[in-house]
């Protein structure tokens, strides 16, 4: 299975239609056959309705779906939040898997820019996958990525696209070289990347933690997560008097194996699993599996929220829109 899924990313983005219009045409003829050798009404209607669901899924899909964007609005209150910050704005977004938007989908990206400097924001977070497989992706959309604007500035992590994973039959001297190209050209657009680091945003005497971790996710996922090293002391679990953090982590399953039990950061954000790229009336079928998947959670006073990210390794998604999300800090009385 992991061998399949590493096959299927290694495609380019046009293959993914092709293969798509052939499974379909396939099961059209499939079906086709199938009715006129049973004869039979009920299974005539059952199996073209089924397949003009699917037919319909694919070309929505692929030609509106994935373009479509929306702004979802969040507002997290804390305790711990300092006055001044009260009706702080943070834009986050992730997943934009750049290597996807090439030739007329390039309009999507800028359009999803254009959106996010409409917001205003005080500060852009971004929970990595910002290519699909290689740094030049980024390369070749780094004048548009470089539009992106807050006044306290733009901070990134990686996600698991980001490490040269999929370079296939590379060696590791490639994979490292790669993978510090991608590092280096998101340093370029502007954005500070956050790897197990963190930085104090300051208003007047008063400041929050923006922290981030490395992608620390489950089974063949990069696990290179540093709790620790991501946040001040003062931001470790044994601390007293913890000050407002906000966590990046790509993979929100690290959220309780490691975020929870090891430090105070109020609000955590992650990405990675895309809903799915699919959803009926806003339900996504992998909400079936165990763990925090999409949208918001709390435990206690903290909270992690998992975006369905913007883009996509297969430009196609039903249901689950693209979204930026916009969260209003407030001061919790």
Known sequence: MVTVAFLIILLPITAYIYIGFGILTILSVGAWYLCKRRKSRWLRYTLTSLLALLWYIFFYGTYIGFGKIEVNHLTFASKELPVTFDGYRIVHISDLHVGSYSGWREDILRRAVDSINAQQPDMIVFTGDLQNKTPDEIADHKDLLSRLHAIDGIYAVLGNH???????????????????????????????????????????????????????????????????????PSAQYSSPNPPFTIMLEHDPSSWRRKILPQCHAQLTLSGHTHAMQFAIFGWSPIQLTCGETVGLYREGHRALYVSKGLGGVIPLRFGATGEITVITLRKAK
């Open 162 to 232: 980001d490490y040269a994973e999929y370079l296939r039959g590379a060696d590791e001297a490639t994979k490292a070289a790669n993978c510090q190209l991608t590092r280096e050209l998101i340093e370029s657009l502007g954005w500070t990347l956050l790897l197990n680091d963190y930085r104090v945003v300051r208003h007047g005497t008063d400041s929050i933690v923006i922290a981030g971790m490395e992608n620390d996710g489950e089974g063949r996922f990069p696990q290179l997560g540093d709790v620790k090293r991501a946040i001040p």
